[in-house]
């Protein structure tokens, strides 16, 4: 090789080699065009190199084939090279010249075999980078996960891009009840078709990134916030695409608009903001979609502040019973009560919503429960010693024991040692969403009955596997949520009135007692008649009374009801 052309062999194999040993990324062009230059430099008019991902794919040929240079000439092979990889790839390079063209010469020949091993081994590491990348940054079902949104954010945090971004953490709802009323692999084909929903909408603007079971995360402009937040709050998505076959997929889901200017502090700060406010769209009212704000973080040192004081709150009896009546609309009397907690604190009653949600993230709901059956039975005790009119009391029992595998000896237990007959308790459980919750609770509610204790279904109406839970568990009473009572200016025809009349209508056919909750008004009461329920709980009669007036009214025992 003369001086010119060495040179020129250098000039390419040394920009060769710095784009390949560039770790930050490189063009694939940029490497081609040295290829071609050195291909040109030796007479090459074609070369080409092969991967395949293993020796299967080889027999096969699913693989990626890629061509360096052609000049389009007629030509034969001349040098071909293949490696297997320890990791059982396959890499292969092989070069062509055009007929006639003068062959290599043997030094010719070495420089470009040693190009040909230097091409294969960086394919063969690149191609193992990306299998690496794939393992590192996607779940085993192929979506993106964790490692994907930190890095993504983390890339826009050092552009200083995050502002105008919105990033999401989404729960699906009532998912594990979906798994169980279409089964698991349908299931599946419900999550994939709602990822992809959201990437279509998504683009290249954002990622979304599934981070373990129904739980994912979404970055993306803040252009796209109406389109997300339609999906996320529900939509149809297809599991069966043979016979159109569709379900309600909607999401609790934390959003937080990255103000402009927003500079990461520590890498979690933004996963931190959005996991708290999805934990609030889960654990809160009836909104699906909580935007972040700084009063959240407030809101943290409550429940801290609310954990660290429960147990001398416990111990020193400032949980109070309050009793709120349940009335036969058609009689008049009390038939029953329901116990509901009260916090005297300072001077001042707190009411449950403040802080049961906070004990229920951890097992202090449950002492309370039992602190509650406990003075509940302490109470029946006494009327009966006492030779009063008594009547059944419900206890709330959140979804939190249904991990206690002796819970139904539990709550025996606390009955028995009070010496109070079964008759006079019930116990009141709400719906639960994991398969085994609801199996739990089967066996808890059996178990209750078989002790001739009441179990009722506590805020009927107010989810998706309401259905499912009637046929399945045998309660014995179900409480209407006040959702579902229309409101006095509805008519008659609106979809609240008939949505009660066939939930009466079809407790009555399965043989359970309904009560409706939250009666505020004659025009309600009127209602109920109308529906042939009977029984109600709710403002127009009381508010939840505390010990010493409720004994007030359960010795009068009747009230008059069209007195307003
Ligand atoms: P819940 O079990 O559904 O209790 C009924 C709630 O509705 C009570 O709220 C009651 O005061 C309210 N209510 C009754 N009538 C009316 C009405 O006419 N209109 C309106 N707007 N509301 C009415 P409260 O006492 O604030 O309790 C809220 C929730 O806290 C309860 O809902 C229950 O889920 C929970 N809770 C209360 N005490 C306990 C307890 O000891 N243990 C557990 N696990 N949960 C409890
Ligand atoms: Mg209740
Ligand atoms: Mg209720």
């Known amino acids: ?79 071909s090279k293949r490696i297997v990889t320890k990791a059982m790839t396959v890499v292969k390079a092989t070069v062509y010249m055009a007929d006639g063209e003068e062959p290599l010469s043997d030094e010719e020949r070495k420089k470009v075999q040693l190009l040909m091993k230097t091409v294969l081994s960086f394919v063969a590491r690149n191609r193992l980078q990306n299998i690496v990348e794939r393992l590192t940054f996607y779940d085993d079902n192929g979506y993106r996960n964790m490692r994907s949104f930190m890095r993504y954010i983390q890339q826009l945090n050092d552009k200083d891009k995050l502002g105008g971004n919105t990033a999401v953490h989404f729960n699906l709802r009532h998912f594990t009840l979906i798994n169980q009323e279409i089964g698991r692999n349908a299931g599946d084909v419900v999550i994939h078709n709602y990822f992809t929903m959201l990437e279509d909408i998504i683009g290249n603007q954002g990622i979304v990134c599934r981070i373990g079971g129904d739980n994912f995360v979404a970055i993306f402009d803040d252009s796209l916030l109406t389109d997300v937040l339609m999906v996320l709050q529900g939509v149809p998505v297809v ?114 919503m403040e802080f049961i949600p906070v004990l229920e993230q951890s097992t202090d709901i449950c002492k309370l429960d039992f602190y509650m059956l406990d003075h509940v039975c302490k109470d029946i005790r006494r009327w009966l010693s006492e030779k009063r009119p008594v009547v059944r009391v419900s206890v709330n029992l959140s979804r939190k024991h249904m991990m206690d595998v002796d819970l139904l000896e539990h709550i025996l237990r606390v009955i028995d040692s009070n010496n109070v007959p079964h008759q006079y308790i019930e116990i009141e459980l709400t719906e639960t969403t994991t398969d085994v919750e609801f199996r739990d609770l089967k066996r808890v509610v059996s178990g209750l009955q078989q002790a001739g204790i009441c179990t009722s279904v506590d805020d009927f109406g107010m989810g998706y596997s309401s259905l499912n839970l009637i046929r399945e568990i045998p309660w014995n009473v179900l409480k209407v949520d006040r959702s579902f009572l229309p409101a006095d200016d509805s008519n008659s025809h609106s979809s609240k009135n008939i949505m009660f009349k066939y939930v009466i209508a079809m407790a009555k056919e399965l043989g359970v007692e309904c009560i409706a909750e939250g009666v505020e008004t004659r025009n309600q009461v009127d209602v109920l008649r109308g529906n042939q329920c009977m029984l109600a709980q709710g403002f127009y009669f009381d508010k939840p009374l505390p010990l010493a007036d409720f004994e007030k009214r359960l010795d009068s025992k009747h009230y008059d009801i069209d007195e307003e």
């Open 239 to 352: 599991y069966d695409a043979n016979n159109s076959k569709r379900i309600m997929v909607s999401a609790s889901t934390g959003v937080f608009l990255i103000p402009e200017g927003f500079k990461l502090e520590c890498p979690g700060d933004i996963m931190d903001k959005i996991i708290t406010s999805s934990q609030e769209a889960r654990t809160g009212g009836s909104d699906n979609i909580i935007f972040f704000d700084d009063d959240m973080v407030i809101g943290k040192e409550k429940v801290s502040r609310i954990q660290q004081v429960f147990p001398e709150a416990l111990e020193n009896g400032e949980f109070k019973v309050f009793y709120q009546p349940k009335i036969d609309i058609e009689t008049g009397n009390i038939i029953g009560a329901e116990a509901l907690c009260r916090w005297e604190r300072d001077g001042q009653l707190v009411p449950p």
């Open 1 to 79: 090789m003369d001086k010119e052309k060495l040179f020129t062999y250098y000039q390419h194999t040394e920009r060769l080699l710095t784009i390949m040993t560039d770790m930050d990324g490189f063009k694939v062009e940029d490497i081609n065009t040295e290829l071609s230059g050195l291909c040109r430099l030796f007479r090459i008019s074609k070369g080409i190199t092969e991967f395949y991902s293993s020796l299967e794919h080889e027999r096969s040929h699913k693989g990626e084939v890629l061509i360096c240079y052609d000049d389009g000439r007629k030509c034969h092979e001349v040098l």
